[in-house]
C-alpha cells in the first residue's frame, strides 16, 4: 500500500505541478528596459452550462479552469508584462448566455486571469460572446459585452497605440489625426490593431479600411486557434510571407517595422478543450525606439496526456489491488488448509498407514511393532504441534 501511495502522490505532483514549472523552461523572453511587454491571451472559451450538460460536466468545468489558471498565472509571472490582450471569444456560450449565466462567465473569468491593477488589461469580444459565426451578430450582446468591459477603443500605452477593432461588426475607432507619418522609419509611436478575427488573411473592404485610416505596423488576431505569422508589402499590396510557427519551438521572432511590411500574428487558443493540442499565449517585445517588435509563443504542456497518465496510473493500481487480493485469498485458504489437516493427528501418519496396510500381509512382526511405535510419537508430535497453532 505504501507503494501504491508514493506512484499516486508522484503522479499527482508532476501532473499538477511540475509538468507546467518544467514547460517554464523552454520559453524565451528578453530584458529590456525601453520596450513595452505584451502577453496576449486568445480563445480561451470558459465551458458554459448549457452545451456542457451531460453527466460530469462540472469536473470538465472545474479542470479547465483550473488549467487556465495555472497557466495563466505562471505566464504572467515569468514575462511580467505591461499589457495583456484578450483577443476575444472569452466566453463558450457567451453569445446565448442569460444576464445571470453572464455575469457568472464573467466572475470566473476575473477569478481565472487574475491580475495587479498596474497591468493594463484590453478587451475584445469574439464570435462566441457576441455571435457571428454561425448566427447574425447580437448587438444587445454586444453592448452587454461592452459595457462589462468598459474601455475605450484606442489605449496608449507609453510610445505604443492600441486599436481595437471589430471585424463581426465592422467598427473600428477613429485614428487620431497627428499620430500617423507616411515614413515608417520617422514615427515616434507604434500601430497596433487587436482584433479577433484574422485581418490580413481574409482582405475585403473593412480591411482596406482598417489599413489605410488605422495605419498600423502590427496586429493581432485570434480566431483560428493556431499560430501564425503574416507579412503584406505595403508597396506592392501584396502577401509577401504567411507561415505557420512549428508548435513548441519557441524562439524569439524579430520583425522590422520601418520597412513598410504589416505583420499580422495570429495567436493560438490557451485551452485545451478547444480540439487542438497545441495551445499557448502570445508574448511581444515592442521596441518603438530601434523599430523592432519580437514575439514567442508560450507553448503549454497538454492536458489530455496527464489525464491519461491517471487513467493508466488508476489502471495499474486497480490491476495491483485485485492481485494482491487474489494472493491474500489464496494464503489464507493454504493456511485453513495445513490447519486443518493437523487437527486431526492421525491424518499425520496416512501416508504411513496407508503404505503398511498394502505390505501388511509382507510385514513381520518387528516390523509392525516398529510402525506402531512410530505412529504414538507422531500423534504425540501432532498433538504438541496443535498446542501452538490458533483455532
Not at 2 to 25: M, P, R, S
Request: net charge negative; aromatic share 14%; hydrophobic share 40%.
Amino acid at each position: 500500500m505504501i507503494a501504491i501511495g508514493l506512484v499516486v502522490l508522484a503522479t499527482v505532483i508532476y501532473n499538477e505541478f511540475l509538468v507546467y514549472d518544467i514547460q517554464k523552461f523552454k520559453w524565451s523572453a528578453r530584458e529590456c528596459s525601453e520596450c513595452v511587454k505584451v502577453l496576449l491571451v486568445a480563445d480561451p472559451q470558459i465551458l458554459g452550462e448549457k452545451t456542457e450538460n451531460y453527466f460530469g460536466a462540472w469536473i470538465a468545468q472545474w479542470d479547465s479552469d483550473r488549467y487556465l489558471k495555472k497557466t495563466f498565472s505562471r505566464a504572467l509571472d515569468y514575462s511580467q508584462p505591461h499589457v495583456v490582450a484578450f483577443l476575444g471569444d472569452l466566453m463558450d456560450e457567451g453569445h446565448i448566455a442569460n444576464a445571470e449565466s453572464f455575469r457568472a462567465y464573467k466572475r470566473r473569468l476575473d477569478s481565472i486571469f487574475y491580475m495587479p491593477d498596474n497591468i493594463m488589461k484590453i478587451y475584445l469580444p469574439g464570435d462566441n460572446d457576441i455571435g457571428g459565426e454561425e448566427e447574425s451578430v447580437s448587438f444587445n450582446m454586444n453592448n452587454r459585452f461592452n459595457f462589462a468591459y468598459t474601455q475605450s477603443d484606442t489605449l496608449v500605452y507609453k510610445s505604443v497605440t492600441f486599436f481595437k477593432v471589430n471585424r463581426l461588426t465592422h467598427t473600428m475607432p477613429e485614428a487620431p489625426k497627428d499620430a500617423f507619418l507616411n515614413d515608417y522609419a520617422e514615427r515616434n509611436t507604434t500601430n497596433v490593431v487587436l482584433s479577433h478575427m484574422p485581418l490580413l488573411f481574409m482582405p475585403g473592404t473593412f480591411v482596406q479600411n482598417v489599413l489605410k485610416e488605422l495605419s498600423p505596423q502590427i496586429i493581432f488576431t485570434a480566431h483560428e486557434h493556431k499560430a501564425m505569422h503574416i507579412s503584406l508589402d505595403t508597396a506592392t499590396d501584396q502577401l509577401s510571407e504567411i507561415w505557420i510557427l512549428p508548435p513548441y519551438e519557441t524562439p524569439l521572432y524579430q520583425l522590422r517595422m520601418d520597412v513598410g511590411d504589416i505583420h499580422e500574428v495570429q495567436i493560438p487558443t490557451c485551452s485545451y478543450r478547444m480540439g487542438t493540442p497545441h495551445t499557448g499565449y502570445g508574448m511581444a517585445y515592442i521596441d518603438t525606439q530601434e523599430k523592432t517588435m519580437e514575439f514567442s509563443i508560450l507553448w503549454l504542456p497538454g492536458r489530455f496526456p496527464q489525464l491519461w497518465i491517471y487513467i493508466f496510473v488508476g489502471i495499474f493500481i486497480v490491476a495491483f489491488s485485485v492481485c494482491v487480493y487474489i494472493s491474500s485469498c489464496c494464503l489464507k485458504n493454504h493456511a485453513g488448509y495445513t490447519q486443518a489437516r493437523y487437527k486431526d493427528p492421525s491424518n499425520i501418519c496416512d501416508s504411513v498407514t496407508i503404505y503398511v496396510k498394502f505390505q501388511n500381509e509382507h510385514c513381520d512382526d518387528y516390523v509392525k511393532v516398529q510402525y506402531l511405535q512410530a505412529r504414538k510419537i507422531a500423534v504425540k508430535r501432532g498433538q504438541a504441534y496443535l498446542e501452538h497453532v490458533p483455532n
